[in-house]
């Protein structure tokens, strides 16, 4: 899709006309079927919302929430709110007391989509705090409204007559979206753990579709499983309406039956599940008959030894330091010999065992987008090799999210491929603000990574102080560490800031579980860690009269207990912000060596020191 749209209005109205009668979004029914809904319906029933939403006073950028999860519902509301000209503030089905009595009146949101009545009581609960919350719509169509509350499929209905008696009320409206205008305002947690709002454009998502270096068309099929309030599986649902290509909504639950039943072509993901899908071959491999277990050690020599050669051949094996010309030649001769000795029989265990794992998967996945954290290494090569191409890409919230990510001809595993189109990047040192990158000799070297470009956000949300730590001159420092490889792809090396990924994509900020753990009186000093790992750990420093009268395993099973205990839902920590391991630590942090002379904890240096301690935890 290469068109050019004023705005995402327009970008809908464009994919409703060109695909009308092709199905946009499906999602299961009470059986194992997929009801579909096609573009045409879609856009009138966005238009009857949008209609409606007028009515009921939401004005050009005013903002509205949308308090729920994967559902063609949300979907709906996401057009019809983004259509009108306002903003939608979107947060998923487990929002909390705190997001609730902080996002609501810190966006100014007057009218409010939730899913159902369990979200609706979570409201309900905090509604003394919302004065300036006036109206809540409930989308789900099984569950009764009183009438303090409106149903959406009451406003559907309602904005069917309204479209009637005021034609011209809707397209009004959308003649005043400009390309500047907020098109979402979505909250990620601060340092501090107050969320920080980040304003994302109409342009800063057009310039996402406009530059997609993936080929998607009207018969792609694309399966939903990421939260679509995030904005990586927002971006790709975005890019799939624009190409015209049908989204299937679906959960881990009914993943494997619904990668059978919709045969996608591609879909977004986490590490996290690909990770999972690694344990199920591995296990279901090394569990069963020895003969297959030797076809499958067989046809994986074959195929690892192949396509590593391949790559080597492409340029696209990672690439770290620069290689003289004999060393190069030498490499590409060897690798020539391999792909030549190994072709036959990599193409005969590819069809006797690789081609069944790959019909597990529907039997038509051209590949993956991977995004959320890192993927293993190992992880990275195995599907890539078995051939399922995951193309792992990086990026943030602030920036839409796509900073690089690989592509079919540039698919280098251990990166995460080369810029998005129309994006600068420069790496500066953390320690003297130089820049390295672009520079002479810049490639390789370690830093911060800055990036520019129209994907960028406009800063965050009545938030001046924290826009201005991260925006210098429209260069957005990620803080994230990362180098440019001598074949030109982006590689992550780390995190300079303390926000941790964890696998699944869940994004956790360590200083308020630290605070918390900290208020315990057998515990000195803590670190929580878990960067890309299914969950959070932590290293745990005694109190000095506690490590005297105890040690060993009683010592960490109790300061373990004491974790937990600090740590729950009860007060106030979500599933994955608990805190699953420790390493009780012989020594104090000091100052100097893993702490700052304002002691403030020194993370890179921290983690590096006890990677291997950090890495037998998981």
């Not at 624009?242 to 977004?268: H, I, K």
């Not at 029989?345 to 006797?352: C, E, N, S, T, W």
């Amino acid at each position: 899709m290469k068109k050019d749209f004023l705005n995402l209005a327009e970008m809908f109205a464009n994919a409703a006309k060109e695909y009308h009668n092709l199905p946009a979004f499906a999602y299961r029914d009470t059986g194992k079927s997929f009801y579909k809904v096609s573009y045409g319906e879609l856009w009138q029933k966005a238009n009857q919302l949008a209609a409606t939403l007028l009515q009921l006073g939401v004005s050009h950028q005013d903002k509205v929430g949308i308090f729920a999860d994967n559902r063609l519902e949300w979907i709906i509301a996401d057009m019809a709110i983004v259509s009108c000209g306002a903003v939608d503030v979107p947060r998923g089905s487990d929002v909390t007391d705190q997001d609730i009595n902080y996002i609501i009146p810190h966006a100014d949101i007057k009218v409010l989509f939730v899913e159902n009545q369990a979200v609706l009581k979570k409201i309900e609960k905090n509604r003394a705090q919302l004065p300036a919350l006036k109206t809540i719509i409930l989308m789900d169509k099984k569950e009764s409204v009183s009438k303090e509350y409106l149903s959406f499929y009451d406003l559907l209905e309602k904005g069917k007559k309204l479209l009637q008696q005021q034609p011209t009320r809707l397209q009004e409206a959308r003649q005043k979206i400009q390309q500047k205008d907020l098109f979402t305002l979505i909250y990620t947690s601060g340092t501090t753990g107050a969320p920080k709002g980040v304003m994302l454009s109409h342009k800063n998502m057009l310039s996402q579709i406009r530059s997609l270096p993936i080929d998607l068309s009207s018969q792609d099929s694309i399966l939903s499983i990421l939260p679509v309030w995030h904005i990586f599986e927002r971006t790709f649902e975005m890019v799939a309406i624009a190409c015209g290509s049908c989204t299937y909504y679906t959960n881990v639950r009914n993943l494997r039956e619904d990668l059978q039943l919709v045969q996608p072509t591609f879909m977004a993901s986490a590490p996290r599940l690909w990770e999972s899908i690694y344990s199920g071959i591995k296990n279901k491999i090394e569990s069963g008959p020895a003969i297959n277990r030797a076809l499958f050690g067989l046809a994986y020599f074959f195929s690892s030894h192949f396509n590593t050669a391949r790559r080597i051949l492409q340029g696209n094996q990672l690439s770290l330091q620069d290689e003289n010309l004999l060393s190069r030649f030498l490499q590409v001769l060897g690798s020539l010999v391999v792909v030549t000795a190994f072709f036959l029989p990599h193409k005969l265990f590819d069809a006797l065992v690789f081609s069944k794992i790959r019909k597990a998967t529907g039997g038509r996945l051209q590949g993956t987008c991977s995004g959320g954290g890192a993927l293993p290494m190992h992880i990275d090569e195995f599907f890539n090799n078995i051939g399922i191409p995951v193309l792992e890409g990086y990026g943030l919230t602030e920036t839409s999210p796509v900073i690089s990510v690989r592509t079919f001809a540039k698919l280098v595993p251990g990166t995460v491929g080369p810029l998005y189109p129309k994006t600068e990047l420069k790496i500066v040192d953390l320690q003297t603000g130089e820049q390295m990158y672009p520079g002479e000799n810049g490639l390789g070297k370690k830093g911060e990574v800055w990036v520019k470009g129209e994907q960028v956000m406009q800063g965050y949300y009545k938030n001046p102080e924290a826009t201005a730590k991260v925006l210098q001159n429209s260069w957005f420092k990620t803080g994230d560490i990362g180098m440019m490889t001598f074949n030109h792809c982006l590689k992550i090396i780390g995190r300079a800031k303390e926000t941790i990924v964890l696998l699944g994509g869940e994004n956790v900020e360590p200083v308020p579980i630290e605070n918390k753990i900290l208020e315990s009186d057998l515990i000195e000093q803590c670190m929580v860690v878990g960067q890309d790992k299914k969950y959070l750990s932590a290293l745990v420093v005694p109190e000095d009269t506690i490590a005297k009268k105890i040690q060993g395993v009683t010592l960490k099973k109790t300061l373990l207990q004491e974790v937990k205990k600090q740590i729950s839902t009860a007060s106030g920590f979500k599933s994955f912000e608990k805190v699953v391991d420790i390493i009780v630590l012989p020594k104090k942090f000091e100052v100097g060596d893993e702490l700052t002379a304002k002691l403030s904890l020194k993370r890179h240096v921290i983690t590096e020191k006890y990677a291997e301690q950090i890495e037998s935890l998981y």
